[in-house]
């Protein structure tokens, strides 16, 4: 007759009716009924001592007692040991005061109410978010008139094309910023698959807003290369967007990892150097003129070395290696390092010989750095290669 577990106590009874706040929101939000809600007793004891003490400590913080809360619904009961009793059968949630006191949440509530009134009064299209997300609602309390203001200037004014600071919203300069999270879900809800560019990695350019763009560094390794394209430099840092209006289609590109082989490099002809600077070779798969020029990479001897050249190799699938083998390790072994732990055991855009090289550099930890082989040992390599190239 009874459930096999203990009798319930008044905490247990708050932890059952907090989980089901969010449910609770969601009915209120949908117009459902949702009360009376009721929790069985559980397994009463057969020790009388132990009954009464039960019961008593059920009664002492229910309504009767405290004037809100839970509600125990009792019946007569013969029993075989103590005659005719009154005993607990089930817990019993009335109203939604009752519940939202027995959680200490009646004032988070009554604020979801006023964001919930004010987000219905000037964006009603987010009425299925609301339903869907109501705890993200009470997350952002303080925050929905400024939040509110943003999502209807987008759209008014989708891909607006400007930086965050120069948006004439009322709000301060550092809101959207600090808010992206949150403005992301919300204008995917309001706005036009059109109004989205859905593969963008930030939300600047998910929206259609400008952003810092990251700074390319190369150097021209050919006066003859310079003087054709009207640069009167032969180093420069470019916006990506700038770089990529250069058109150097054609002509031959080296890049490499460290910055002082990068500003070592000797002159060749019809070529020009990039300085990777590690994982930022990344910044190079936006530039479509590089696919019609022969890409050399050099890099550390290291497992990271590797996952950049597979990386960029991703983009340019041309790209060569160079110094990046066995005979350059073995040569250079004394200088060899501790490295990074890598914990990747497959990368898809390295040629077998450099997959196993790279399997070797991770399971031994080893590194040897570009500026630890000698400046001799890496022109003449230089020079066989822009034989071929």
Not at 343 to 356: D, V
Request: hydrophobic share 40%; aromatic share 10%.
């Amino acid at each position: 007759m009874w459930e096999s577990q203990p009798v319930i106590t008044s905490t247990e009874i708050r932890q059952k009716i907090g989980r089901q706040y969010a449910p609770l929101l969601r009915a209120w939000l949908c117009g459902e009924p949702f009360f009376p809600l009721a929790y069985p007793v559980g397994k009463l004891p057969d020790d009388y001592m132990a009954l009464r003490d039960a019961v008593q400590r059920l009664n002492d913080h229910a309504r009767g007692r405290r004037g809100h809360g839970y509600v125990v619904e009792a019946r007569q009961q013969q029993t075989r040991k103590h005659g005719l009793q009154t005993l607990p059968v089930r817990i019993i949630v009335e109203t939604q005061q009752d519940f939202l006191s027995l959680i200490d949440k009646a004032d988070e509530f009554e604020r979801f109410c006023r964001d919930v009134a004010l987000i219905r009064a000037r964006l009603p299209q987010l009425e299925a978010w609301l339903v869907q997300y109501p705890q993200r609602v009470i997350e952002q309390h303080g925050a929905w008139p400024d939040l509110l203001a943003v999502c209807a200037y987008f759209l008014e004014h989708p891909r607006p094309d400007l930086y965050i600071r120069e948006l004439p919203i009322a709000v301060h300069t550092k809101f959207i910023e600090q808010h992206r999270g949150i403005l992301r879900d919300l204008l995917e809800q309001l706005l036009s698959a059109e109004a989205i560019e859905q593969d963008a990695g930030t939300f600047e350019l998910r929206f259609g807003l400008r952003e810092e763009e990251p700074l390319i560094h190369l150097r021209f390794l050919d006066n003859q290369l310079r003087k054709h394209y009207g640069l009167p430099l032969s180093e420069i840092s470019v916006p990506r967007s700038q770089f990529a209006a250069l058109a150097l289609e054609g002509q031959r590109c080296i890049v490499t990892e460290n910055k002082k082989t990068f500003l070592t490099l000797p002159p060749f002809p019809d070529t020009f150097a990039i300085f990777g600077g590690g994982f930022m070779v990344q910044n190079l798969a936006r530039v479509p003129w590089l696919v019609e020029c022969p890409i050399l990479y050099w890099g550390d001897l290291d497992a990271q070395g590797f996952q950049i050249l597979s990386a960029l190799r991703s983009a340019f699938p041309h790209v060569t290696s160079v110094m990046m083998n066995e005979t350059t390790l073995q040569a250079f072994a004394d200088f060899c390092v501790e490295g990074t732990l890598c914990t990747t055991h497959q990368l898809p855009y390295l040629t077998p010989a450099e997959h196993a090289l790279f399997l070797h550099l991770a399971g031994k930890n080893i590194r040897l750095e570009q500026e630890r082989i000698s400046h001799a040992y890496a022109l003449a390599c230089l020079r066989e290669r822009f034989q071929t190239v």
